[in-house]
């Protein structure tokens, strides 16, 4: 069987993957390695994905990396992120006739834009936030959200009594996510990244 090894920058993308990744991909094994910040996994990057070319191998293995785009240019970073991968031997999901090996995925704001795709969810955890939310300007593109969507959510829960001390990353993400619906989120990264994780699971196994 196919299992998935994640790749993430943050503890509290850790917490929310182990819980949506069953949600997404129901039965598939997979592990969450989960670096101290964006800079640290970009600098180990390229030995870890040589080391997955090496253990295809022997094994039925697929790689996700999830990170935060935050000030970067997407595109730029994209072109990096698949870069790194090709150099490494790895097939990825852009411009490859072999089976996909790595899925590159980029959050257009931060992991808490997810969060404000899913009003619904956000209302389970904290009640007070108004079911409206997702209809107010500035909050109707959860990925479009002006400035970091950490300190959106971080606002909108500290205006109805939450989080009075400033927002908890990682108690929130494990309060949130088992809420979550993910065939409805309204986060474009976020259907990206489901979608693309579906198809990744689904290709043949590795030759």
Request: proline share 5%; glycine share 6%; with cysteine.
């Amino acid at each position: 069987m196919t299992r998935l090894e994640v790749l993430s920058e943050e503890l509290s993308a850790e917490k929310a993957l182990d819980i949506l990744l069953p949600k997404i991909v129901p039965g598939t094994p997979y592990k969450i390695r989960q670096f101290r910040g964006k800079q640290s996994l970009l600098t180990r990057l390229p030995q870890l994905l040589r080391g997955y070319t090496a253990r295809l191998a022997w094994e039925q293995l697929k790689v996700v990396m999830l990170i935060d785009r935050d000030s970067d240019n997407c595109l730029q970073l994209k072109d990096r992120l698949q870069r790194i991968a090709t150099e490494s031997g790895l097939a990825t999901t852009e411009g490859s006739t072999r089976h996909v090996t790595i899925l590159n995925r980029i959050v257009i704001r931060e992991l808490e834009s997810w969060f404000l795709g899913d009003v619904s969810a956000l209302r389970s955890v904290y009640p007070r936030v108004p079911a409206s939310l997702g209809e107010r300007e500035g909050f109707r593109d959860p990925d479009a959200i002006s400035g970091s969507a950490a300190r959106a959510l971080e606002r909108v829960l500290g205006e109805h009594g939450y989080h009075p001390a400033g927002l908890q990353k990682v108690q929130a993400a494990q309060a949130i996510a088992p809420h979550m619906d993910v065939e409805s989120n309204r986060s474009k990264s976020f259907q990206v990244f489901r979608d693309g994780l579906r198809r990744l699971v689904s290709e043949a196994p590795n030759a």
